[in-house]
Each structure stands twice: as structure tokens, then as C-alpha cells.
């Protein structure tokens, strides 16, 4: 049984001081690990990806947070946004479904995939829903990107808007803003945000999302956004059956952002149109286009994360799936693929510089560590990929099924094969040293953190930035319990340098995770409050607009939805 059994357990989340239980904590390991989850208790049951948001924090300083001087303070909170405040309130008129979380006052902000640090704040992201804003200290709401009303709502709802955006949206390094984007029935938007003040959006002429959009990326003069493998089919929200497997490949649009700059709010921009195969969910710019824009795919070949485990579900082995895994989404059915494409603009033509593909030995993709410093994503050296391995617990034959001849059963293992950690050169993606866990270990979520930072240019730089010079930190998940190893980003073959753990203390699912480099209270800025977006209450049951109202009253006054929240 080697996939952790506890990884979907529903207990709820747990504080711990965490130890060093293996090797020695180098000095110049600083800063702070932030991580996104769903928190296990309100998932529902039908998919992992839609519990409410909470935030976890490791401290890389021992003994701070609270932790004793020789342990590490590993933290968590929930994100006390309207939508989980009104969850906690009214949990008997919220329905969980294979989209997310509904309910009378509209579609749940869950907040729960990935952090995105700017600076010394934090926003945590959803795809479903604009990012929020927390403080890092204490891990709370403090408010959503933008007025609902400067965003384009999918369908009207009462009280929490029906966004489509996107989990993975970018700070300009030059520009010092947030882009993401707002797709209205499949008609793409760019949106920039400065960091407070309204947004500007702009429709983008010709660009269609056919299915959804999980990532966007930039280099310093344009925006790129590919349509991505999450197939939303209008009956799954009833509860239908899904139909069709997501699409094999997708349309890319650049956008120049000296367009948008001098476009006004409002009027379209226009793109370049691209095509990019297999299938994406993750893409990364190169920073640098001056010698052409060049971009970075995690290909999700045959990966189905919409479809998740059931009850009475069967396995890829032809075994009954355990119950532990309900709720589950498919691992990858194909050996895993990354690219470097390089696009021109001008002639339209897209080259394929570099790609990794190695059947036998790299299988299900799921996230890396880069330097995201300015130095970092300009001219990157080194990134770090993490493999799930050939899962056949996680992957059932109604995935199979749907995805029927597209899948080379001939390219499956014959055996289960264990996760592994990849470290890649740049821009030729070629393997330079890898690191095999047993079989029994689910590593998630790795994160790179510079040797020194504060030494390079930009605060998030150490003094040699790419991604070789530092370390990536992994959480990892098992039944024998939580533990946070250390590899050097040079060297991760090498194994890990430091293991943290506790006793007794588990981590269900894990999503994306971020690194800050110093954890301080949120700047006390003008933000959106929800008390100014309840126009919608007078089509709800008085009972229900009254807890909107006292929602919005305990926002304002600052009450604490939960007693703890992480210091
Ligand atoms: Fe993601």
C-alpha cells in the first residue's frame, strides 16, 4: 500500500515545533515556507481540491513563532475570508460539487492553491475566484484583489461573485504589479493591479479560453496565457458524469504589454496566436526575451485532475481503490514531457529548443522549485522538478476509460515507481542530478530558497541566483509521519542534508508552496471590504442576508473567526 493512506485524512490541521531528527541546520537557511492547502475537514469529499483555503508556515529560524530555540515553528490558519466565514456560519446551505463549493450567497472563494508573495505581503490564489490578501504573521483574511464590480462574474450570484481567473497569477518584476486575468464565457482579460487602487482590465481581440485557465507568465515584454488541461463540462455541477477528456492540446496568446500600457482601460488589445501540445497546466516564462520569448511547459500529458476517486471505484491495476482515497484526483497516465519553446512574435513561427523526455525514469510531474527572485526568473540556471512517480492507486480505469487510445498502456510500468526530485539545467533541460524516495514517501510542493538572500540585487536574490545556489525544501508526506527535508540545489542526489520532523504530527494534502524571505505584519493598507458588495442580499432569505450582514460587521470590527490562529 505505498501511497500514504493518510494523505486525504480528515482531521483537522495541527501546530508543531518541529526537529531537526537528521543532519545539521545550515546557518544560511533563512526565511519562511508558506504553503497552500485545502483544509481536510471541508473538501466534502468529492475532490481534494475544494476544501477552504488555509495557509501552513515553516520558519526556517529556529525558534521563532514561538518555537523553542532549537525547533522549527511549522503554523497554520485558516483564511478566514467572507466566503469561509459564511461556510463556518451557514455550513447546512453550502454543496460541495466536482467545481468547487456552492451555496445561496454564490460560488466559494476557497483560496486554498498557491501563494504568492509581492514584497513582504501575501496573496493566496484559486482559480475560481480573485486572489486574497493575508497577513503573514498571523496567517488571517484582510481582504480580495479588487471591487466584485471590476470583475467580470461568470453568472450573477448574491453575495461571493463567480470569478474566473486564475491560481497562478505574476508580479512584474519591472512594473512592480500583479497581472492576472478575467475570462468571461471564454473571452479572455487581462487584468493589472498595482498593488491597491481599482484594476484595469482589458478584453483581448481573438484570444478564446476553451477550457480553463490555471497559469499565466511573463517575460519583460509580454504576457503569456495558454488555455489549460482542467475540462469544465456544465453537467458536472449537477453532479453529471463527465464526458469528454480534456484537450490535447492548446491555444497560447502573447500579449506586449507596451500594447496594454498604452491602451486605455477597457478597449481590446490584440495577440499573437499560438498552439502548444500536450496538454498544460504550468508554464514558465524566461524573463529575458531578448533574445526571443521563450517559455518553460510542464506538460500534463493524460493527467485528469477534474476527475476525482469515488466510491466503488477501481484502481489502474484492476484492484478495488480504498476508501482513504476518495476524493482523489488522477495522477498522470503518461510518462511525464517538458518543454522549451521559443516563440516569434513577429513570424509566427514556434521552435522547440529543448525537452525532456524519459519514460523510464520520469513519470507524473507535479510541481518544482525555482528562484522566483528578479535575478532568479531573468536568467535562471537550475530548476527542480519533483515527480510523483507511476501511481496505479491513483489513477482508476474511469480515467482510463475517458482518455481510452490516448494512452500508451505499453509506456505504464509494470510496477508501481517511487517520486523523485529532478534538479534540470537551463535552457536545455538536461538532468543533472536526481534523487529517489522510497516507495512509501509522497513528496509534495518543493521550494528553493538562495543561500543568502539579501545579497543580490533584489530581496528575494541570493548572490549567485539561477536556482543552483541555495536549497529545496521538501514537505513529505507518509503514514510514519510529516517530515521537511533539505537538499542542497546543487548537489540533490546527494540526498537530504536535514530532515525536520515531530512527533506524531501528519500533513494531508498539500498544494503549492512559496518561499518569503522574512515574515512581518501586513502594511496597513486601503482594502476591499465585503461590507460594500452586499448589493445582491435582497435575493436571498432574510436568515441568510442577515449572516452576510454579520459577516461583514465582524470583518470590519476584526473578529477572529477561529479562536489560535497561527502567531
Ligand atoms: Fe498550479
Same mark, same amino acid.
Given at each position: 500500500?505505498?501511497?500514504?493512506?493518510?494523505?486525504?485524512?480528515?482531521?483537522?490541521?495541527?501546530?508543531?515545533?518541529? +526537529?531537526?531528527?537528521?543532519?545539521?541546520?545550515?546557518?544560511?537557511?533563512?526565511?519562511?515556507?508558506?504553503?497552500?492547502?485545502? %483544509?481536510?475537514?471541508?473538501?466534502?469529499?468529492?475532490?481534494?481540491?475544494?476544501?477552504?483555503?488555509? @495557509?501552513?508556515?515553516?520558519?526556517?529560524?529556529?525558534?521563532?513563532?514561538?518555537?523553542?530555540?532549537?525547533?522549527?515553528?511549522?503554523?497554520?490558519?485558516? /483564511?478566514?475570508?467572507?466566503?469561509?466565514?459564511?461556510?463556518?456560519?451557514?455550513?447546512?446551505?453550502?454543496?460541495?460539487?466536482?467545481?468547487?463549493?456552492? +451555496?445561496?450567497?454564490?460560488?466559494?472563494? +476557497?483560496?486554498?492553491?498557491?501563494?504568492?508573495?509581492?514584497?513582504?505581503? *501575501?496573496?493566496?490564489?484559486?482559480?475560481?475566484?480573485?486572489?486574497?490578501?493575508?497577513? !503573514?504573521?498571523?496567517?488571517?483574511?484582510?481582504?480580495?484583489?479588487?471591487?466584485?464590480?471590476?470583475?467580470?462574474?461568470?453568472?450573477?450570484?448574491?453575495?461571493?461573485?463567480?470569478?474566473?481567473?486564475?491560481?497562478?497569477?505574476?508580479?512584474? !518584476?519591472?512594473?512592480?504589479? *500583479?497581472?492576472?486575468?478575467?475570462?468571461?464565457?471564454?473571452?479572455?482579460?487581462?487584468?493589472?493591479? #498595482?498593488?491597491? =487602487?481599482?484594476?484595469?482590465?482589458? !478584453? /483581448?481581440?481573438?484570444?478564446?479560453?476553451?477550457?480553463?485557465?490555471?497559469?499565466?507568465?511573463?517575460?519583460?515584454?509580454?504576457?503569456?496565457?495558454?488555455?489549460?488541461?482542467?475540462?469544465?463540462?456544465?453537467?458536472?455541477?449537477?453532479?453529471?458524469?463527465?464526458?469528454?477528456?480534456?484537450?490535447?492540446?492548446?491555444?497560447?496568446?502573447?500579449?506586449?504589454?507596451?500594447?496594454?500600457?498604452?491602451?486605455?482601460?477597457?478597449?481590446?488589445?490584440?495577440?499573437?496566436?499560438?498552439?502548444?501540445?500536450?496538454?498544460?497546466?504550468?508554464?514558465?516564462?524566461?524573463?529575458?526575451?531578448?533574445?526571443?520569448?521563450?517559455?518553460?511547459?510542464?506538460?500534463?500529458?493524460?493527467?485528469?485532475?477534474?476527475? $476525482?476517486?469515488?466510491?466503488? #471505484?477501481?484502481?489502474?491495476?484492476?484492484?478495488?481503490? &480504498?476508501?482513504?482515497?476518495?476524493?482523489?484526483?488522477?495522477?498522470?497516465?503518461?510518462?511525464?514531457?517538458?518543454?522549451?519553446?521559443?516563440?516569434?512574435?513577429?513570424?509566427?513561427?514556434?521552435?522547440?529548443?529543448?525537452?525532456?523526455?524519459? !519514460?523510464?525514469?520520469?513519470? $507524473?510531474?507535479? *510541481?518544482?522549485?525555482?528562484?522566483? +527572485?528578479?535575478?532568479?526568473?531573468?536568467?535562471?540556471?537550475?530548476? %527542480?522538478?519533483?515527480?510523483?512517480?507511476?501511481?496505479?492507486?491513483?489513477?482508476?480505469?474511469?480515467?482510463?476509460?475517458?482518455?481510452?487510445?490516448?494512452?500508451?498502456?505499453?509506456?505504464?510500468?509494470?510496477?508501481? @515507481?517511487?517520486?523523485?526530485?529532478?534538479?534540470?539545467?537551463?535552457? &536545455?533541460?538536461?538532468?543533472?542530478?536526481?534523487?529517489?524516495?522510497?516507495?512509501?514517501?509522497?513528496?509534495?510542493?518543493?521550494?528553493?530558497?538562495?543561500? &543568502?538572500?539579501?545579497?543580490? $540585487?533584489?530581496?528575494?536574490? =541570493?548572490?549567485?541566483?539561477?536556482?543552483?545556489?541555495?536549497?529545496?525544501?521538501?514537505?513529505?508526506?507518509? &503514514?510514519?509521519?510529516?517530515?521537511?527535508?533539505?537538499?542542497?540545489?546543487?548537489?540533490?542526489?546527494?540526498?537530504?542534508?536535514?530532515?525536520?520532523?515531530?512527533?506524531?504530527?501528519?500533513?494531508?494534502? /498539500?498544494?503549492?508552496?512559496?518561499?518569503?524571505?522574512?515574515?512581518?505584519?501586513?502594511?496597513?493598507?486601503?482594502?476591499?471590504?465585503?461590507?460594500?458588495?452586499?448589493?445582491?442580499?435582497?435575493?436571498?432569505?432574510?436568515?441568510?442576508?442577515?449572516?452576510?450582514?454579520?459577516?461583514?460587521?465582524?470583518?470590519?470590527?476584526?473578529?477572529?473567526?477561529?479562536?489560535?490562529?497561527?502567531?
Amino acid at each position: 500500500m505505498p501511497l500514504p493512506r493518510t494523505l486525504l485524512d480528515r482531521a483537522e490541521p495541527t501546530d508543531a515545533d518541529l +526537529s531537526v531528527v537528521q543532519g545539521a541546520w545550515p546557518a544560511d537557511l533563512t526565511g519562511e515556507i508558506v504553503i497552500s492547502a485545502p %483544509h481536510p475537514e471541508t473538501f466534502g469529499g468529492l475532490h481534494a481540491f475544494f476544501g477552504d483555503g488555509i @495557509t501552513y508556515r515553516l520558519s526556517l529560524q529556529p525558534g521563532s513563532h514561538g518555537a523553542d530555540a532549537e525547533r522549527f515553528a511549522w503554523r497554520w490558519g485558516w /483564511i478566514d475570508s467572507p466566503s469561509a466565514r459564511l461556510r463556518k456560519k451557514r455550513p447546512d446551505v453550502f454543496e460541495s460539487t466536482m467545481l468547487g463549493v456552492n +451555496s445561496p450567497f454564490g460560488l466559494s472563494n +476557497s483560496a486554498n492553491t498557491a501563494p504568492l508573495p509581492w514584497g513582504d505581503r *501575501l496573496f493566496m490564489t484559486w482559480d475560481v475566484g480573485r486572489p486574497v490578501e493575508i497577513d !503573514p504573521v498571523t496567517l488571517g483574511f484582510l481582504g480580495e484583489v479588487g471591487h466584485r464590480s471590476e470583475w467580470k462574474e461568470f453568472l450573477p450570484h448574491p453575495v461571493l461573485p463567480f470569478i474566473t481567473s486564475t491560481a497562478h497569477p505574476v508580479i512584474d !518584476p519591472d512594473r512592480d504589479c *500583479l497581472w492576472t486575468v478575467n475570462t468571461h464565457w471564454g473571452q479572455l482579460h487581462v487584468v493589472r493591479w #498595482d498593488g491597491d =487602487g481599482r484594476l484595469q482590465s482589458w !478584453p /483581448i481581440e481573438g484570444a478564446t479560453i476553451p477550457q480553463s485557465l490555471h497559469t499565466i507568465t511573463v517575460t519583460r515584454d509580454w504576457i503569456v496565457v495558454a488555455d489549460c488541461a482542467f475540462k469544465v463540462e456544465p453537467q458536472m455541477l449537477n453532479g453529471g458524469e463527465r464526458t469528454e477528456p480534456n484537450n490535447p492540446s492548446e491555444p497560447l496568446y502573447l500579449i506586449r504589454k507596451a500594447d496594454l500600457d498604452r491602451t486605455p482601460v477597457g478597449d481590446a488589445v490584440s495577440c499573437k496566436t499560438f498552439t502548444v501540445a500536450p496538454e498544460v497546466m504550468h508554464y514558465y516564462g524566461v524573463y529575458d526575451d531578448s533574445d526571443g520569448v521563450r517559455v518553460v511547459f510542464e506538460h500534463t500529458e493524460n493527467s485528469e485532475l477534474g476527475l $476525482a476517486q469515488r466510491a466503488g #471505484d477501481v484502481d489502474a491495476l484492476g484492484r478495488p481503490c &480504498d476508501p482513504a482515497f476518495v476524493g482523489l484526483y488522477g495522477f498522470p497516465m503518461s510518462p511525464s514531457r517538458m518543454s522549451m519553446i521559443e516563440f516569434d512574435p513577429e513570424t509566427g513561427r514556434q521552435t522547440e529548443q529543448a525537452s525532456l523526455y524519459e !519514460p523510464g525514469r520520469y513519470f $507524473a510531474q507535479q *510541481l518544482s522549485a525555482l528562484d522566483w +527572485s528578479t535575478e532568479g526568473v531573468t536568467a535562471p540556471t537550475v530548476r %527542480h522538478m519533483l515527480y510523483h512517480g507511476w501511481r496505479p492507486e491513483a489513477v482508476t480505469q474511469r480515467h482510463l476509460a475517458l482518455y481510452g487510445d490516448r494512452v500508451d498502456r505499453t509506456l505504464l510500468p509494470t510496477e508501481e @515507481t517511487p517520486a523523485v526530485l529532478a534538479s534540470l539545467s537551463m535552457p &536545455d533541460l538536461r538532468p543533472l542530478s536526481d534523487y529517489t524516495w522510497p516507495l512509501d514517501d509522497l513528496p509534495s510542493s518543493p521550494i528553493f530558497v538562495p543561500r &543568502d538572500p539579501g545579497a543580490g $540585487a533584489s530581496r528575494y536574490a =541570493g548572490s549567485k541566483p539561477g536556482g543552483h545556489d541555495g536549497y529545496v525544501v521538501v514537505p513529505v508526506m507518509s &503514514d510514519a509521519g510529516f517530515r521537511v527535508e533539505v537538499f542542497d540545489a546543487d548537489d540533490v542526489g546527494r540526498g537530504p542534508r536535514v530532515t525536520l520532523a515531530a512527533p506524531n504530527h501528519r500533513v494531508a494534502f /498539500i498544494l503549492h508552496s512559496a518561499w518569503m524571505p522574512r515574515a512581518v505584519s501586513a502594511p496597513d493598507l486601503e482594502r476591499t471590504r465585503f461590507a460594500t458588495e452586499l448589493d445582491g442580499l435582497e435575493a436571498l432569505p432574510d436568515d441568510l442576508a442577515a449572516a452576510a450582514r454579520e459577516v461583514a460587521r465582524e470583518l470590519d470590527d476584526g473578529v477572529a473567526m477561529h479562536a489560535g490562529v497561527a502567531q
